[in-house]
């Protein structure tokens, strides 16, 4: 069991800074209709009070100073979903965005996105273009919103791209390599995630940046996401900070080299 489930919130946040911190961490915000469920309410109540788990996640991260983190709102398979349920979603993500921006302007933090903008409803692109615009000029951590995302989606486009700049003359097939493809994903520019959590006790990874986490340490909690809070965040971190990353390597060799998979350095 993880000895840090005893500590007091001031000691566990003091020893989760004393780190080593993860600079991106991804989390599949899973548990909304459940914990509305369980109380006997309409799901889009779960969604609300998620929220506020959002709210509480996003400002611990930027205080942690977090190079980024990105949260996974939407999934290119949520369409499917009952008309009445995505369109409340779509709303909430409006409203998430005109009632957040302050908070991202206090704490510094620059706001993005990964997938397909496109296939949102024009109010919700018009805010989340205003959020990015807004929150531009910030240093702090980056928060990535994952909306209308698809892991699998967001690979075949990379491979559209690439083979039309080849196609054209533009690049040599030679010249395609991981970095390439990193630079070429909708998440270009962020460091692959150190640390993924999913909430709500499922154990799958549905479709959410397969690519990215192919070297993270992956922690499952059985917390829905609307009881996901400060405490829980912490508790997943700590629990990070104690795994080795070893990257193919033994034990033996980790004092001397710090290095995560691809690179150069092998
Ligand atoms: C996650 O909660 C939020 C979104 C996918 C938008 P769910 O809505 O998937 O909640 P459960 O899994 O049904 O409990
Ligand atoms: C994944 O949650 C997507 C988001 C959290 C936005 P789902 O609840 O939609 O995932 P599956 O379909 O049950 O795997
Ligand atoms: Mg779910």
Request: net charge neutral; proline share 3%; aromatic share 6%.
């Amino acid at each position: 069991m993880n000895a840090a489930v005893n500590l007091t919130n001031d000691e566990l946040y003091s020893q989760v800074k004393q780190g080593p911190l993860p600079g991106h961490v991804a989390i599949i915000m899973d548990g909304n209709g459940r914990w509305a469920e369980k109380l006997g309410l309409p799901r889009i109540k779960g969604h609300h009070a998620g929220m506020e788990s959002v709210r509480e996640v996003v400002t611990l991260c930027a205080d942690l100073k977090l190079q980024a983190l990105t949260l996974y709102a939407f999934s290119a398979e949520n369409w499917r979903r009952p008309g009445p349920e995505v369109s409340a979603l779509m709303t909430l993500l409006q409203t998430y965005l005109k009632k957040e921006v302050d908070t991202m302007m206090d704490n510094d933090i620059r706001f993005r996105t990964i997938g397909r903008l496109d296939e949102l409803p024009a109010a919700a692109r018009k805010w989340v273009q205003k959020t990015v615009d807004t929150t531009a000029g910030n240093r702090g951590m980056i928060l990535n919103l994952a909306l209308s995302y698809g892991g699998r989606v967001e690979l075949t486009d990379a491979v559209k791209k690439i083979a039309e700049s080849v196609r054209d003359g533009r690049l040599d097939v030679e010249e395609i390599n991981e970095e390439l493809i990193s630079n070429t994903l909708d998440t270009a520019g962020l460091p692959d995630p150190d640390l993924m959590i999913r909430t709500s006790g499922e154990h799958r990874i549905s479709n959410f940046l397969l690519w990215q986490l192919a070297y993270s340490e992956l922690y499952f909690t059985n917390v829905l996401w609307p009881d996901f809070r400060r405490r829980d965040m912490l508790l997943a971190i700590r629990d990070y900070q104690k795994r080795e990353r070893r990257f193919g390597r033994i034990t033996q060799q980790l004092a001397t080299t710090v290095s995560s998979v691809g690179g150069g350095e092998r």
